[in-house]
């Protein structure tokens, strides 16, 4: 203990010399965004900074989401946690189990001394990250919703006209393709969110119990009971005899298929649109995700995937003061219409999405409202507002081993999502086990 | 037995010397290994909020695992195609540059290089190569009519690691397998041609068991870097998969902590791959310091 109190004496110290030359409070943001994305973050910071002189944000690239998550997570059991992290959303679950160490954006938001209202955010964003009472309890920030990428070049030489709708058109669209010797019509990345979580809330099916684990912990994985999941991915599976899928790995290691024009269509986030711009030289496009006609006769929704940011707690509450005028200028729609027209992701707020109207961003660059469009379909249902699963970046690794076996052969759809739900279970009662 | 003994006329000067050293392996290696001890008999929140007393539980459900079972199985087909692969190739080489007179330094130092290489950059530059739609490797190999996927394919998955792993052991290898074979007075060999005996002949009856401690030491250290040096390698190439199957002992650790913040279990595994590195340098110790009797 006394070591601990000479490191905070010094850290103190040095805050207080750091204070006297600036005479600013410091608020800590680590995040996990790099290059492009990490700049543009550094940008907001400055403006942000520029705006006011009470505050300085202080942005810090941490590594993935993963690394920041588990860098935070640390820092908060050394005490030296940062004012907020960015946390990707599987890691949603365990960031709000660990009451006494997040404090929830609602109440950091209602006690600063600000105008401030949670119907501002879009739906489909906002009910990802509110508890079933309404509280929000980490700020959205960047939300991506996967989309079906498609090579027009591609499409056209095949005399594919219409961009396929239903899974039924993509494979009459694979069909025309190989009539006109292309190989691989179609592949995706991230296969859990894009194949299981997404093709699930389109078609308005569970993909756990309890609301898909936001009513309470004691919820179990049913994405094996879907038949025709299972009918869809064999089905998947077994057009690789002819190469019309072709598996390219896991997140977007997948993606050199789609812009070396290896396959006509990939599924994948939204947020790919400035990676493919740079790579691809041929004419593309994104659509909606291909509807399953034999089970729903429009999609309901799509769901995000993302980060938002987390405040944690064990600062001074003038600080918190802080945070929240930070999260209020992250918000403005002239901010998020900014960020959402220069990464792809989608504008969180309505107002931000009415101002890139406004301004003619998506006549300029037609289909980059896809995204925003499969969010806001139609008002979430319970099983399509997003999922809360425990050890989910876990779950999510399981997943990818089962489909994996599918996609090799060793095992059909049928073994793999049971198999997958049966060891995906197994953790979900860990994590109820360590958070009751 | 006679022993030498030192005397110091200073009595604490024995203690200065060793104490950075007692200081160094209290910070790095004992204390860390108590923690990972105290670790794996709990479980815990990520953020260590709520701690309860589990026992052996951790490792009860890790031997109950199917999954770690197979990544032991996985682990240990994996070491030994690694130190396999990487003294035989060292070995041939380190035969054929022992024969080399001119210009011997330049093929040395070239066959050094990858040795210089972290592995986390040579697992990069693999899975630059063999990237099935963008590496030349796997373009050559579909040229032969053969469809690589390591994405898909467990076995080229497989065989993607053990290439990446052996290329940059080979080298360490081969400096031991070069400096044995130097250190073999030339006239036995010499003697042996005399008597009539070709290179093979000399090679299997006076070299190799002359070469069996420096064998027998570099099977230990390659079974090492195989167990625990390969994460970066894993990491930069199949992450474990497809399925599990190249997801080794120590990948399973890093992941289950960091990526699943199961500290429990994670720990757990730590003391187990721990008992096992004691397991292999008490093997060594017993052996290699009696060395191989010939």
């Known amino acids: 203990m006394k070591r601990r109190h000479t490191l905070t004496a010094i850290t103190g110290a040095l805050t207080l010399i750091g204070s006297a030359a600036t005479a600013q409070t410091e608020i800590q943001l680590w995040h996990g965004l790099g290059g492009a994305l990490g700049e543009k973050v550094g940008e907001i910071a400055e403006g942000f900074n520029a705006s006011q002189d009470d505050y300085t944000v202080v942005p810090t690239y941490k590594g993935t989401y993963t690394e920041n998550m588990t860098a935070a997570i640390a820092a908060f059991r050394a005490g030296e946690q940062p004012h907020v992290v960015q946390v990707f959303e599987v890691g949603t679950a365990t960031m709000m189990a660990a009451e006494g160490a997040i404090r929830r954006v609602q109440g950091v938001m209602e006690q600063a001394d600000i105008d401030w209202n949670n119907d501002a955010y879009l739906p489909a964003v906002k009910s990802y990250y509110t508890t079933t009472d309404g509280d929000m309890l980490s700020l959205p920030f960047n939300s991506s919703t996967p989309v079906m ?116 269509m990939w599924m994948n986030s939204s947020a ?100 925003i469009k499969q969010l806001s379909l139609n008002e979430p249902t319970e099983n399509s507002r997003g999922l809360r699963f425990g050890n989910y970046v876990q779950v999510r690794d399981v997943i990818n081993e089962e489909l994996e076996g599918v996609w090799s052969g060793n095992k059909t759809a049928e073994e793999a999502l049971a198999a997958a739900a049966e060891r995906g279970n197994a953790l979900l009662r860990d994590f109820e086990a360590a958070n009751n | 037995m006679r022993t030498k003994t030192v005397t110091f006329r200073h009595k604490w000067l024995p203690y200065a010397l060793i104490a950075p050293q007692i200081v160094i392996t209290l910070i790095f290696f004992i204390w860390p290994a108590s923690q990972a001890l105290y670790q794996s008999v709990l479980r815990q929140d990520a953020f260590g909020l709520r701690t309860d007393f589990v026992g052996m539980a951790n490792f009860v459900r890790l031997f109950a695992d199917d999954n770690y079972i197979n990544s032991f199985v996985t682990t240990i087909s994996f070491s030994a195609m690694v130190a396999g692969f990487s003294m035989g190739i060292a070995l041939i080489m380190a035969i054929m540059a022992d024969r080399v007179i001119r210009r011997a330094m330049v093929y040395r130092t070239l066959l050094i290089w990858p040795y210089a290489v972290a592995p986390a950059v040579a697992g990069v530059l693999w899975w630059f190569l063999f990237n099935p739609t963008i590496g030349i490797a796997a373009y050559a190999l579909d040229g032969l009519g053969y469809d690589w996927n390591h994405y898909r394919d467990g076995g080229d998955a497989m065989t993607l690691i053990v290439v990446a792993s052996t290329w940059r052991q080979v080298s360490y290898n081969f400096l031991f397998f070069l400096a044995g074979l130097q250190a073999i007075p030339r006239s036995l060999t010499e003697a042996a041609a005399i008597d009539g005996a070709g290179p093979v002949k000399r090679f299997v009856t006076i070299q190799l068991p002359l070469l069996s401690p420096t064998v027998f030491f570099l099977i230990v250290v390659n079974v090492v870097y195989a167990f625990f040096e390969t994460f970066g390698v894993v990491h930069a190439t199949t992450s474990g998969g497809p399925g599990q199957a190249t997801n080794i002992l120590v990948y399973k650790v890093w992941r289950d902590a960091f990526e699943g913040l199961n500290l429990g279990s994670s720990a757990a595994q730590s003391v187990i791959l721990m008992v096992l590195v004691i397991a292999l340098t008490a093997i060594q110790f017993r052996y290699i310091e009696r060395k191989v009797e010939y």
Not at chain 1, 229 to 234: D, P, Y
Not at chain 1, 285 to 304: E, F, H, K, R, T
Not at chain 1, 311 to 325: F, I, K, P, T
Not at chain 1, 346 to 357: C, F, G, K, R
Request: hydrophobic residues 35%; negative net charge; charged residues 20%.
């Open chain 1, 149 to 264: 990428w498609y090579n027009r070049d591609l499409l056209d030489a095949a005399g594919v006209e219409d961009v396929p709708q239903t899974w039924d058109e993509m494979f009459a669209a694979a069909d025309k393709l190989q009539e006109n010797g292309h190989d691989c019509a179609f592949s995706f990345g991230w296969q859990s969110w894009v194949m299981i979580e997404n093709y699930l809330a389109w078609h308005d099916q569970p993909i756990g119990t309890q609301q898909n684990g936001f009513a309470g912990l004691d919820t179990e994985l049913v994405f094996d009971e879907s038949e025709d999941l299972t009918t869809l991915l064999q089905r998947i599976a077994d057009s690789q005899e002819n190469g019309t899928f072709e598996y390219g790995g896991r997140r977007g290691d997948s993606l050199p298929l789609f812009t070396t024009g290896e396959c006509a």
């Open chain 1, 272 to 371: 790919y649109y400035a990676g493919i711009s740079e790579q691809a030289d041929f004419e593309f496009g994104q659509a909606m995700l291909p509807l399953n006609s034999d089970v729903a006769d429009a999609p309901q929704n799509s769901i995000i995937g993302g980060a938002t940011l987390w405040v944690l707690e064990g600062h001074d509450e003038a600080e918190y003061q802080g945070v929240a005028e930070f999260f209020n200028y992250l918000s403005s729609p002239e901010v998020q219409a900014d960020w959402h027209q220069s990464t792809g992701y989608v504008p969180i707020t309505t107002a931000a999405y009415e101002l890139s109207q406004e301004q003619g961003f998506y006549e300029e660059s037609p289909g980059t409202d896809t995204a």
